[in-house]
């Protein structure tokens, strides 16, 4: 054999290639924006029974079967109105009453599911408190996972319970923002629309056409798509191994002299888990929920085989809401102030998604200085850079990408393990999450949960000039801005809260697989993602147990629910108003110094609010990094 010397690809080459993805990705994205935007906007604007390229002549049949189903007295296309609208109260209440339904459906699913069909494998119920945390999970639309798909859930439970959850928890999302988009733009209205009405067109008209077409996509990309149990395929590498050898009551055999005796394991072939999972997965990244049908979520080749099912993937992360935002400008008239909001997501977006590639691409010093590349001497940079717990089929670039996206999304979904980013490059999603899931944000709630952003900006810009605060013509009175407030505050109080108690109490700190500054950055990201209502996990967290399945389950009903009512009436107290003509005085709020503004605003308030439990966790760790 000749000895060849392996020399490593530089930083220049290796951020070269992934920023050509990165852009990529993001010119692909806004592409996208104004065709989806203007279809959701004629999907929400319409009438029932009626739809934007035959979809109303295709599904209008199920649109009237549901009303009729849920008591929904619709009057014939054309009429004015067709169907009877609600105030923010009665709204409310019906959004409330429905998630609850949901909650329990799920629960009921997975505690009964040994008892039902589509259970090829005949797994057990669930139990108690992984079931509670479960439902509340995917009925909040965060999707945090405690368990491994393919080894709790049966089939039955995946589809009708968490599939299912999927969809109407992103179709909450959706209506709660277009209820307040209607109460930004009515005039002394008392209604702000139908949540029956609502939730059926928003599901039937976007979300199902959409996912089909996806999980078509990631079929044809090897997603795996069957109701067949389970396949026992033979290795085309047998391998062996040893293990510790035990008697017939499970203690260790000894030898003659006291050592522990071992025994050689064979292994010739290997499980392989399969189900109707392309259909999950596809209505799983479009409605920013993010649980994987397998426990490798999108790192698990039958859920992400490819370079193309990854960026189909992590592009449907983000569709819905970056062309809410084109949609949310053509409902109020004026389409200035959908790109306004739109441009302030990006501002900050791209720049922590590159910050995110560059930490990752530099790779770890001190990797690199103990595993020098042969007859080369050790670099400060990793070569390759940080390629632990990524897949190689996706690399540096393709896992970056995704972790910004999933955090900045509610979504969740990992196709790398985040907790073996660098400390810097775990700081990015995590900060991104402490932001408020506004940032893109999940389906409807990250846009309204940026219009909460809204207000608060348009207020302190109000003081700053001496002026009545106003957006779209309608008066900024202190109710709305207190429920702003609320809405802004409750994630930020859940997420410090919940990793105050878990650091304090043994039962938290006891489920750490690493002490120290990592250790508290594992439960300071599981509350982060709780309390934004995001689901992805740090990794090295033991959380299913009954105190972290209770704690963060809490976590996650109360930070979406106690935003979305907060929301609601602000809708409700705006559709009242009437609009104040334009003056001199008044504040533009589709201009770039505004777009500054509000983006200053976010900042400034998930600075001030996590840098400090920032500080004890991955600052800290990297400082010991560059110190080491």
Not at 101 to 127: D, K
Not at 278 to 298: E, R
Not at 452 to 457: D, E, S
Not at 601 to 606: E, P, Q, R, Y
Request: proline content about 7%.
């Amino acid at each position: 054999m000749i000895p060849h010397t392996l020399t490593p690809p530089t930083l220049a080459t290796i951020t070269g290639h992934g920023a050509l993805q990165i852009v990529l990705y993001v010119v692909v994205l806004l592409a996208m924006v104004k065709p989806l935007g203007w279809f959701m906007a004629r999907v929400f604007e319409g009438v029932p029974g009626s739809a934007p390229l035959g979809l109303g002549v295709a599904l209008g049949w199920l649109e009237r079967l549901t009303y009729r189903l849920c008591g929904v007295r619709v009057s014939p296309i054309g009429s004015t109105p067709a169907y009877a609208e609600m105030g923010w109260k009665p709204y409310a209440v019906g959004i409330l009453l429905f998630n609850a339904l949901g909650f329990i459906a799920v629960y009921g699913l997975q505690r009964l599911q040994h008892a039902l069909p589509a259970n090829p494998v005949g797994l057990g119920p669930v139990e108690g408190w992984s079931a509670f945390n479960t439902s509340v999970s995917f009925v909040s639309n965060t999707n945090w996972q405690g368990y491994g798909g393919e080894v709790t859930m049966s089939y039955l439970t995946q589809m009708l319970g968490l599939g299912v959850q999927n969809f109407l928890s992103a179709a909450t999302g959706i209506a709660v923002l277009v209820a307040l988009i209607r109460g930004l733009s009515r005039r002394s209205a008392a209604t702000i629309g139908n949540c029956w009405v609502d939730l059926t067109r928003v599901t039937l008209y976007v979300l199902l056409p959409l996912s089909s077409l996806l999980a078509v996509a990631l079929v044809s990309q090897g997603v795996v798509q069957t109701f067949a149990k389970p396949q026992e395929v033979a290795l085309t590498v047998p391998l062996s191994y040893s293990e510790p050898a035990t008697n017939d009551d499970g203690g260790a055999l000894k030898s003659a002299d006291g050592r522990d005796q071992t025994k050689t394991v064979a292994v010739a072939t290997q499980t392989v888990p399969l189900g109707p999972a392309a259909s999950q997965i596809a209505i799983k990244q479009l409605g920013t929920n993010g649980g994987g049908f397998f426990n490798a979520n999108s790192a698990h080749p039958l859920e992400n085989p490819t370079p193309l099912s990854n960026f189909l993937q992590v592009l449907a992360i983000l569709l819905i809401p970056a062309a809410l935002c084109w949609t949310f400008g053509e409902m109020v008239r004026d389409r200035r102030q959908g790109w306004a909001v739109l441009a302030a997501m990006l501002v900050i977006f791209i720049p922590l998604l590159t910050a995110t590639y560059w930490f990752e691409a530099q790779g770890n010093p001190r990797v690199a200085a103990a595993a020098p590349i042969v007859d080369q001497s050790p670099s400060p940079l990793a070569p390759g850079g940080n390629m632990e717990g990524k897949e190689a089929r996706f690399g540096i670039a393709g896992s970056a990408t995704w972790a910004a996206a999933t955090t900045a999304a509610s979504n969740g979904s990992v196709n790398s393990m985040h907790d073996s980013f660098t400390p810097l490059g775990g700081l990015v999603p995590m900060w991104l999450m402490q932001l408020g899931e506004v940032v893109f944000g999940g389906v409807g709630s990250g846009l309204y949960g940026m219009l909460m952003f809204v207000i608060v900006a348009v207020f302190v810009a109000g003081l700053m000039v001496g002026r009545t605060p106003e957006y779209l013509g309608k008066k900024i009175d202190p109710f709305e801005m207190k429920m702003a407030a609320i809405a802004v505050l409750v994630p930020c109080a859940l997420t410090l809260l919940g990793t105050a108690v878990a650091v304090l109490l043994p039962q938290g700190t006891s489920s750490t697989s690493n002490p120290g500054p990592h250790g508290f950055s594992q439960i300071l990201y599981a509350f982060s993602s709780a309390g934004n209502n995001n689901g992805s996990a740090f990794a090295g967290l033991s959380a299913n147990t009954p105190f972290y399945n209770l704690l963060l389950g809490l976590a996650m009903w109360f930070s979406r629910f106690w935003i979305i009512v907060p929301v609601l009436a602000v809708a409700g107290s705006l559709a009242t108003k009437k609009v104040t003509p334009t003056t001199n005085g008044t504040l533009p709020t589709h201009t770039p110094v505004f777009v500054l503004m509000l983006v200053a605003v976010v900042i400034i308030v998930g600075a001030l609010t996590f840098v400090p439990a920032l500080a004890l966790g991955p600052i800290v760790e990297q400082l010991q990094l560059a110190g080491n």
